[in-house]
């Protein structure tokens, strides 16, 4: 699953996905929808102020998934100490399912999105819209109380996870050609994953050892060549000891391209040959490992 720090989660298909009309406002309007500036990016920030503000070290305790009392981060009994915004996982397990952290940080997205909308002008409709989303802002936040906020004790956030300081970059500069092997010229797109050693068993069963994978870039590949990958501007996080390279033609599933994962030493890897089409699929990452619930009283010492 994807970490809270991974990316701003939100896309521009999410926001049509329950507002068609939002592109075409937003051209109107001159309102920024993504990167530094964009709404989406706002949405995140405050969602995280959020968060951090309701489930703080005095007033929140967990719950693991079978639902026995944890304390710190894993530890039995006793308060859940700290959170930080790494260990946060917003995907969904469920396929097709939007999780309620997300659809929350979605229609947070909208309100402000027609919050801005409207005090660029005089517009009932703009208003109607913004207290809407913020209604829906209400309800999934109160999904997330109900749930839990899902936790992993020990984050691996995702090669150049955009929250994360000093995660490094991760982009096509990373993926070059070298000279080797037959096959004809090709597309293909490649994304890579941090491992945890200590706890991943292996490509059918990852456990929560591997992280979601990075954004993945297509390069193309001349005939006579192949692609090399490279980590070297990219830092490892805490507890990440290996990598994986998934690749895939365009379109399809991105599958494990390694026999083994790469140790951190090794800053480069070569994909030899054809790809690899009978191998794991890529994976969201880590799976919650317990659920961390804000106390609404004061706890007595």
Same mark, same amino acid.
């Given at each position: 699953?994807?970490?809270?720090?991974?990316?701003?989660?939100?896309?521009?298909?999410?926001?049509?996905?329950?507002?068609?009309?939002?592109?075409?406002?937003?051209?109107?309007?001159?309102?920024?929808?993504?990167?530094?500036?964009?709404?989406?990016?706002?949405?995140?920030?405050?969602?995280?102020?959020?968060?951090?503000?309701?489930? *703080?070290? !005095?007033? @929140?305790? #967990?719950?693991?998934? +079978?639902?026995? =009392?944890?304390?710190?981060?894993?530890?039995?009994?006793?308060?859940?100490?700290?959170?930080?915004?790494?260990?946060?996982?917003?995907?969904?397990?469920?396929?097709?399912?939007?999780?309620?952290?997300?659809?929350?940080?979605?229609?947070?997205?909208?309100?402000?999105?027609?919050?801005a909308a409207a005090n660029r002008r005089v517009s009932d409709r703009y208003e109607i819209k913004r207290d809407r989303a913020i209604e829906n802002v209400k309800r999934y936040w109160h999904a997330v109380w109900a749930i839990g906020l899902p936790i992993v004790?020990?984050?691996?956030?995702?090669?150049?996870?955009?929250?994360?300081?000093?995660?490094?970059?991760?982009?096509?500069?990373?993926?070059?050609?070298?000279?080797?092997?037959?096959?004809?010229?090709?597309?293909?797109?490649?994304?890579?994953?941090?491992?945890?050693?200590?706890?991943? *068993?292996? !490509?059918? @069963?990852? #456990?929560?050892?591997? +992280?979601?994978? =990075?954004?993945?870039?297509?390069?193309?590949?001349?005939?006579?060549?192949?692609?090399?990958?490279?980590?070297?501007?990219?830092?490892?996080?805490?507890?990440?000891?290996?990598?994986?390279?998934?690749?895939?033609?365009?379109?399809?599933?991105?599958?494990?391209?390694?026999?083994?994962?790469?140790?951190i030493s090794e800053v480069s890897y070569t994909i030899n040959g054809a790809l690899r089409v009978d191998t794991a699929v890529l994976l969201n990452g880590q799976q919650p490992e317990t659920y961390v619930f804000a106390q609404r009283q004061l706890q007595r010492?």
């Open positions: 699953m994807a970490l809270y720090t991974d990316s701003d989660h939100l896309t521009l298909a999410d926001l049509i996905s329950v507002d068609p009309e939002i592109p075409e406002v937003a051209e109107t309007e001159g309102i920024s929808l993504m990167g530094d500036e964009g709404i989406c990016r706002l949405a995140w920030n405050q969602c995280a102020d959020e968060i951090l503000q309701t489930f *703080r070290l !005095w007033g @929140a305790w #967990g719950y693991s998934g +079978s639902y026995i =009392s944890w304390g710190a981060m894993g530890q039995p009994g006793g308060i859940v100490r700290a959170i930080r915004l790494s260990q946060i996982v917003v995907t969904e397990r469920y396929a097709r399912r939007r999780a309620p952290l997300l659809s929350w940080m979605l229609y947070r997205a909208i309100a402000l999105f027609y919050e004790a020990k984050p691996l956030p995702c090669p150049g996870a955009l929250h994360e300081e000093n995660a490094g970059t991760w982009s096509e500069e990373n993926v070059s050609v070298v000279a080797g092997g037959g096959e004809p010229a090709r597309t293909c797109e490649i994304a890579i994953t941090w491992v945890d050693s200590s706890r991943y *068993r292996g !490509w059918s @069963a990852p #456990g929560n050892g591997e +992280s979601a994978g =990075s954004q993945p870039v297509v390069v193309e590949v001349p005939a006579g060549y192949t692609p090399r990958v490279s980590i070297a501007s990219l830092t490892p996080p805490e507890g990440a000891t290996h990598w994986n390279v998934y690749a895939a033609d365009p379109g399809r599933a991105l599958r494990l391209q390694n026999d083994e994962p790469v140790p010492a």
